[in-house]
């Protein structure tokens, strides 16, 4: 009877240790979780996207213009703004800065081209990712699919293998 009250009591002993070691793993687990929803926070207000542009530059050839838009709804500036788009002609890598963007307002690189256009073309087809530092000076990217991720840092993005080049401001 000794025997098998201790070995009930060795088994209970084992999966309340168990249970423990489990419910811990979950507490880091949501910490963890907690911590990069609180990191993203601001970068989540950050969106960008590719479309048709109108001014005042407009000619009767060319009546708009592609362009990329940036966007801020926090309540905080972003800075180092830069997007990576694709040359509508060539379709060439280019980088340019847009510089920072403060809160609640947009930011756009009016993308300027020599040549035609194909048929059917859509600005779309820039294939944008926007680069910036968010007011805790991360580094974010967000993807021409518009999926959210830390930038990888200069250098280490894969721009200048991918024969990019840099605009001037």
Do not use: C
Not at 146 to 155: E, F, K, M, Y
């Amino acid at each position: 009877m000794d025997d098998l009250s201790a070995l009930i009591s060795s088994i209970t002993a084992v999966l309340a240790t168990g249970v423990s070691l489990f419910l811990l793993r979950q507490g880091q687990l949501d910490r963890r979780a907690l911590r990069q929803d609180k990191d993203r926070e601001q970068a989540r207000q950050i969106t960008s996207w590719s479309d048709w542009h109108s001014d005042e530059v407009a000619t009767f050839a060319r009546p708009r213009l592609p362009a990329v838009f940036v966007s801020n709804s926090s309540d905080a500036a972003v800075y180092d703004v830069f997007v990576d788009f694709r040359s509508p002609v060539s379709g060439d890598l280019f980088r340019a800065s847009i510089g920072p963007v403060p809160p609640g307002e947009s930011r756009k690189k009016v993308i300027d081209y020599d040549g035609s256009l194909g048929d059917g073309w859509e600005p779309a087809a820039l294939h944008a990712k926007v680069n910036f530092r968010d007011s805790d000076g991360k580094r974010w990217l967000r993807d021409p699919l518009g999926q959210l991720r830390h930038d990888p840092g200069a250098g280490q993005d894969g721009f200048f293998e991918d024969g990019g080049v840099l605009l001037p401001d």
